[in-house]
């Protein structure tokens, strides 16, 4: 299985300042048809998962464009600039490239 | 709008069975492949089940292999998931989910004696 190391655990931030998330993956996620199947989720307190980003950069319609999703082949990241209060949450990582799917292990956002 | 419910959780002992549906709306159903996943209590997701919009492939993950099957009826716009003998590692909440980009809210099964 395709093992989804997600870095830091957590991460303490004021509003208006801008953060990263890694994900670094046990393979290449490039798939057959060229595509990277990587995608970012937010799972927000007491709420299901919503997804942001897929194919490693590609913003869900209605997620504003301070986050933004980089990265190729094994290293992803996870930028959100200008932090809102509506952003505090879990942040996983999630490959779809490989059976089984896997997530990263979680990044809790928390607002100082 | 999107709109994915699941049903059918709750409390079991272990060994026993559950069947869980989820009922989809606001897109054609019969043309996206589908997922279901979990979340044990204060833990990560884990990605247990994939079948093809047309249900011609079936994927699970190894911890649920053999005991669980997915299934759907795309004339009723419906996902299942059956479960059999169930055990207390099985405890989770359980999302469907559309492609990986719409969710459900969720249903619990909790499996103890």
């Known amino acids: 299985d395709v093992v989804m190391t997600q870095t830091p655990p957590s991460l303490s931030v004021a509003i208006g300042q801008s953060v990263s998330i890694s994900c670094k993956s046990s393979?290449?996620?490039?798939?057959?048809?060229?595509?990277?199947?990587l995608n970012w989720l937010l799972q927000s307190p007491g709420r299901s998962p919503k997804r942001l980003i897929y194919q490693v950069s590609k913003l869900d319609s209605g997620v504003p464009d301070r986050f933004s999703g980089s990265g190729s082949e094994k290293d992803f990241t996870l930028k959100i600039s200008r932090v809102e209060a509506e952003d505090l949450g879990v942040y996983y990582c999630l490959q779809g490239t490989h059976l089984p799917f896997t997530f990263g292990s979680g990044t809790k956002l928390e607002i100082k | 709008e999107v709109q994915l419910v699941e049903s059918g959780g709750g409390l079991v002992q272990p060994g026993s069975s559950l069947k869980l549906s989820c009922v989809a709306s606001g897109f054609t159903f019969s043309s996206y492949n589908m997922h279901w996943i979990r979340q044990a209590p204060k833990k990560g997701l884990e990605w247990i089940a994939l079948?093809?919009?047309?249900?011609?492939?079936?994927y699970y993950a190894d911890s649920v292999k053999g005991r669980f099957t997915i299934s759907r009826d795309n004339s009723k716009n419906t996902l299942y998931l059956e479960m059999n003998s169930l055990r207390s590692e099985d405890t989770a909440m359980y999302y469907c989910?559309?492609?990986?980009?719409?969710w459900g809210q969720g249903v619990m099964v909790t499996v103890s004696s």
């Open positions: 393979q290449s996620l490039v798939a057959s048809d060229k595509n990277t199947y």
């Open positions: 079948i093809y919009y047309d249900s011609s492939n079936k």
């Open positions: 989910a559309k492609s990986g980009d719409y």
